[in-house]
């Protein structure tokens, strides 16, 4: 542009979108592969055909060397250029050294306090994407599944400069980024990382080639605490949970994940560690791109041991959401009872609210997964969701009747001991029955035959 070439004629700038008239010339370019998706028209009438557009689109998205993307929108060509390049350390450093003002758009002055300002005024994005790919979550659509991790240099110049801050009070909110402890994480042999397509790299495993080392994001602590004016960091970053359990993430040294998990505890929460295991059915966890809840119950062993040992009293606090593609009543109830069964009285829950550029959003709008093209189902109506969200609340006394009545409905009275057992009780005099008529709830002993009780039996039937 600063040549004077028209800004209408750069149409092979990289991450950018471009519409073709009808018999104009494509733009020519040596290192870029062409591929064609569905074309919109088609797309409104198939959603099996969108939903198969999605698989290309993701995959290109990840790729090192994606190809170029054409789809036919009305008389018109859309060509999707490939995105950049992951940035690499001194790029991302660049970046964190432009002159930001660190304050809100003056268009908000009069305004008066912004919360989501005052949440991440004195926090540091450590680095940016996130190879966990998770089904619902469109992070690795705007920022990459590779990771693109600042200097601990860079990391600290900022924070000196959040210390000088009128209002600093010596606390940082977070010390973080799309997951907390994805920091300096890469393919140990890029060659490798260049020929992939996965859409994550720790679904359903954790790939071998991947260093998942914690070691580097524990000296980054540290040395961020050591400033003389930080009296102390958190971490409001989601934190992934799943690799820091030795049995998921057995690429990584565990005593650099217990380091790294006590660290955590000891110094950088307050009260209540957060995290998100999302749902304990293991189709449903499949389908989010995430780790078998038994990997949870691990991660709370470790998390229990380090309490105990460093006398800490610390709450562990579990996120989930409802709703999600594939989740069926069933699951929910499931999910109530094996939470209750591990101590747990949930306060918050997420219902599953559809995102661009994710997998569970294509589900949701087209009724099929774009990798495999099967049926699946999603919860959609109002009734529906509110439904899966009344099982969180099993302990609410507005939801037991409910609950009571849809589990039995379902056949699933099973879970109903689990659930609510107090509300499952039975007559002495009267064996094989319930007050609250659930039949095949409980298990009964037969009276026993023997010769007294078939005396008095015979003395019966003959008054």
């Known amino acids: 542009m600063q040549k004077g070439v028209p800004f209408s004629s750069l149409k092979t700038i990289k991450q950018t979108a471009v519409l073709l008239n009808e018999g104009e010339k494509i733009p020519k370019n040596k290192n870029w592969q062409d591929v064609e998706i569905a074309s919109h028209a088609t797309c ?6 969108y939903a198969s557009n999605f698989k290309v689109i993701e995959q290109e998205s990840n790729k090192l060397y994606a190809r170029r993307i054409f789809q036919q929108t009305g008389e018109k060509l859309l060509m999707i250029n490939p995105p950049y390049p992951t940035m690499t350390e001194k790029e991302i450093d660049g970046s964190f050294d432009l002159p930001y003002t660190r304050m809100p758009h003056p268009k908000y002055n009069k305004r ?4 989501a300002y005052e949440m991440i005024k004195f926090s540091v994005n450590v680095h940016r994407g996130c190879f966990g790919g ?5 992070i690795s659509a705007h920022q990459g599944k590779f990771i693109a ?3 601990q240099e860079s990391v600290l110049k900022e924070v ?8 600093f009070k010596g606390y940082l909110s977070d010390i973080g980024g799309p997951s907390a402890n994805m920091y300096q994480m890469k393919g140990k042999v890029q060659s490798i990382c260049d020929k992939c397509v996965a859409p994550s790299c720790i679904s359903p ?3 071998s080639n991947l260093d998942t080392s914690h070691k580097p994001l524990t000296e980054l602590y540290q040395a961020v605490d050591a400033h003389p004016k930080v009296k102390k960091s958190f971490i409001g970053s989601g934190i992934r949970h799943d690799m820091l359990v030795p049995e998921f993430n057995k690429n990584a040294d565990p005593k650099e994940l217990d380091a790294y998990t006590e660290e955590v505890m000891t110094k950088h929460v307050s009260g209540r560690l957060k995290v998100a295991p999302e749902h304990t059915s293991d189709p449903v966890l499949k389908l989010m791109r995430k780790p078998s809840f038994t990997y949870f119950h691990k991660f709370k062993d470790r998390f229990d041991k380090i309490n105990k040992k460093k006398k800490l009293n610390l709450q562990l606090i579990p996120y989930f959401i409802s709703s999600h593609p594939a989740c069926e009543p069933e699951d929910m109830a499931n999910l109530a009872a094996e939470t209750k069964d591990m101590g747990f009285q949930l ?11 994710t997998v569970a959003t294509v589900i949701y709008y087209s009724g099929y997964h774009p990798y495999t093209l099967k049926e699946v189902n999603t919860p959609k109506t109002k009734q529906e969701k509110l439904e899966q969200h009344k099982f969180f609340f099993w302990y609410k006394k507005e939801n037991r009747k409910w609950i009571k009545d849809k589990l039995t409905k379902v056949g699933r009275t099973d879970l109903l001991t689990k659930l609510l057992p107090e509300d499952v009780s039975w007559r ?7 007050k609250n008529t659930f039949d095949d709830a409980i298990t009964f002993k037969p009276r026993s035959k023997s010769p007294r009780n078939k005396s008095r039996r015979l003395k019966k039937k003959r008054r």
């Open 347 to 357: 306060e918050q829950v997420q219902d599953f609210t559809p995102t661009p550029m």
């Open 44 to 49: 409104l009438k198939d959603k099996k055909a």
């Open 205 to 207: 495993v954790i790939c």
């Open 112 to 115: 008066g306090p912004i919360p």
């Open 428 to 434: 002495k005099n009267k064996p094989g029955k319930t």
């Open 160 to 167: 000196d400069e959040l210390t000088k801050m009128e209002d």
């Open 134 to 138: 998770c089904s619902f979550c469109t």
């Open 149 to 151: 991790s600042r200097s």
